[in-house]
């Protein structure tokens, strides 16, 4: 279908002030992403994927400036043992990153991929994200696949013994960032990723994780609370047989976040979790963009999202469970709610349900309202003041997302973290 | 302790007076009971001395240990001392009931200038008077009240008020639900709880709650007035003929 002028001049607009670059041996892949650009033409407001979330700013030549942020507050995840590997304004900094050996498991930044004749990296980049376009147009991620600057190839191959993590740090009040990771989990292999960080003034970031059969991959990010910043993110999974992937995101501010996650399971017995928790203050727009689709048999998927916003911050959820016919005995969850803290916030939902298999179960429910005048009550009552029993309840409606998080150390600290965000919101 | 005099009460959302101007004085030390027919105001009573939104008092006041209550939020009464036994518990998802406990006592601790309690101390205070209730540590860990028999949740209202130690307890109906073994089990909690420096108010529909919590006055509740105060004989009076004889006579 022939684009119209307004979305071919906009899309050429842009990529005319871009040049592909040459990274690793992924230049053919580079080039189909763009040819995928080009034929999708980039997001616009009028799209109805796009309904909830202006796209403007993802679009424009131009990156908006962000002002850095000062963090208050330990950095997350300080206190775990990991590998970490640093992006500063989204370039790998090998002074800042750890060796980046560890025992069942391969790294290679992507400009390295061809040197170690790394096949299954170029099997992979772009291929997932390709995939992923059907039957919903993701442009910013060809986008992304086709002008990502650096990222990281990660092979695992056995049980890897501590978590990888990816630390972005933003720098430059106009940076603008394509980052591009691929991950293959090989088969029985297990690996936790932890991200965190706003990596830059705007942020487009698309990681490819294929997980082999009885593969296993635990994903805890937190996106930086840095206020101005704006991110679109997309994962794009594949899970084969009796594999696990679970994914748990915390967004505490940032002007603008579209996190997409798209997963495939293909093998049977598969499980996948997708949750995220975030807290939005003020100029906040979040945006949580899910599809799963069930091929294998008895697989289970679970949606689990909480918004808390206040002060004329906007959510929106656009979570889809599609069923194909092989995909008998399917498990499928969804949830997404929302804790509106006053009259001036707005949650946007769509929750979809496509079913094609008679032998599934699936549900889903969105909800959104105040905090709970009873509980509150309740609370005060005995003895627990206003503002602390309203932070206790916000707390409380976010656990059911954290709660997805199986390390629950990690999940304790991000509890921590956001009960300091909602004091200073109240004191700030 | 508690005193309450000419106190009126009306809904804030609509034009209906609930209480037309009750007096009561709760000493230390006694346990009081509050009976009366439906709709006539008892629990309207417990939910304005605990400082419930939706109502408006039009006049009277309610002092406890001479401050003003009703001049104080819902946590300063609660840290004043003044503890309510509700009628329907409330359910909390998310919130660990320990986690709760823990954080309403030291809240209250503080407001009044005391030393917090600390993690260890509490966890032995509260693994104590657990027991003595029959709470068990499943039921400590669970989120406050969620899925918690009709029992379970008043057992837990009486564990509260024993971390607690507030100086007026209310019981609104703390009864209904109850079998004949957990309603013996919950007034044991209460009976234990009787203290020369602590002053109760027990509302109730029924006799047999004052069986168990045996108290030095009854007072007859109906339509917003205390109409009828006496010794435990009232409540029999009350089980024995209704209501319909006392209002007649009052009226």
Known sequence: ?428 | MLEIKGLKVKLEEEDKQILKGVDLTVEAGKVHAIMGPNGSGKSTLSYVLSGRDGYEVTGGSATLLGDDLLDMETEERAAAGLFLAFQYPVEIPGVGNMTFLRTAVNAQRKARGEEEMSAAEFLKVVRAKAKTLKIDADMLKRPVNVGFSGGEKKRNEILQMAMLEPKMCILDETDSGLDVDAMKLVSEGVNALRDEGRGFLVITHYQRLLDHIKPDVVHIMADGRIVKSGGPELALEVENNGYADILAETA
């Open chain 1, 1 to 428: 279908m022939a684009l119209d002028d307004l979305k071919t001049s906009a899309t050429e607009g842009r990529l005319s002030s871009m040049t592909l670059p040459d990274v690793g041996c992924t230049a053919e892949a580079r080039q189909d992403a763009l040819a995928r650009v080009r034929a999708m033409g980039l997001p616009q407001r009028r799209d109805e994927y796009w309904k909830w979330t202006r796209p403007d700013t993802f679009v424009q030549t131009e990156a908006p400036r962000a002002s850095l942020f000062h963090m208050d507050e330990t950095p997350l995840f300080d206190a775990v043992d990991r590998l970490k590997i640093v992006f500063v304004d989204g370039v790998y900094s090998a002074e800042r990153s750890d060796d980046l050996s560890l025992e069942g498991v391969q790294i290679d930044r992507l400009e390295d991929i061809c040197c170690t004749d790394e096949h299954w990296a170029e099997d992979l980049y772009g291929t997932l994200e390709a995939a992923g376009q059907v039957p919903v147009e993701r442009p910013l991620a060809a986008l992304n696949t086709a002008f990502a600057g650096d990222g990281v190839a990660i092979r695992v191959t056995g049980k890897v013994s501590k978590p990888i993590s990816l630390m972005y740090t933003h720098e430059s009040e106009v940076s603008d960032v394509f980052l591009h990771h691929i991950i293959r989990v090989e088969t029985g292999a297990e690996l936790t990723i932890l991200e965190n960080g706003p990596a830059a003034a705007r942020f487009n970031k698309c990681m490819e994780i294929d997980i082999a059969d009885g593969g296993t991959l635990h994903h805890v990010r937190a996106q930086g609370r840095d206020h101005e910043r704006r991110a679109v993110t997309h994962m794009f999974a594949r899970l084969g047989e009796e594999s696990v992937f679970k994914s748990f995101t915390l967004t505490a501010n940032g002007v603008l976040t579209r996190n997409e996650a798209v997963v495939e399971l293909t093998g049977d017995n598969a499980v996948v979790h997708i949750a995220g928790a975030c807290v939005g203050d003020g100029d906040f727009h979040h945006d949580d963009t899910v599809f799963i689709t069930h091929k294998g048999v008895n697989c289970e998927s679970r949606q689990v999202f909480k918004k808390v916003l206040c002060n004329g911050a906007t959510g929106v959820f656009q979570g889809k469970i599609l069923v194909k016919q092989s995909a008998q005995k399917t498990d499928g969850y969804q949830i997404s709610q929302s804790l509106l803290l006053d009259e001036d916030s707005q949650f946007y939902a769509k929750p979809e349900l496509e079913i094609y298999a008679d032998d599934v179960a699936c549900s889903h429910g969105s909800t959104s309202g105040a905090i709970d005048e009873d509980a509150l009550f309740y609370l005060r009552a005995r003895g627990v003041p206003h503002d602390m029993a309203t932070d206790l309840l916000t707390l409380a409606f976010l656990a059911e997302a954290l709660d997805e998080i199986e390390d629950e150390a990690l999940a304790a600290d991000l509890y921590t973290r956001l009960e300091g965000w909602l004091v200073r919101r109240r004191h700030g």
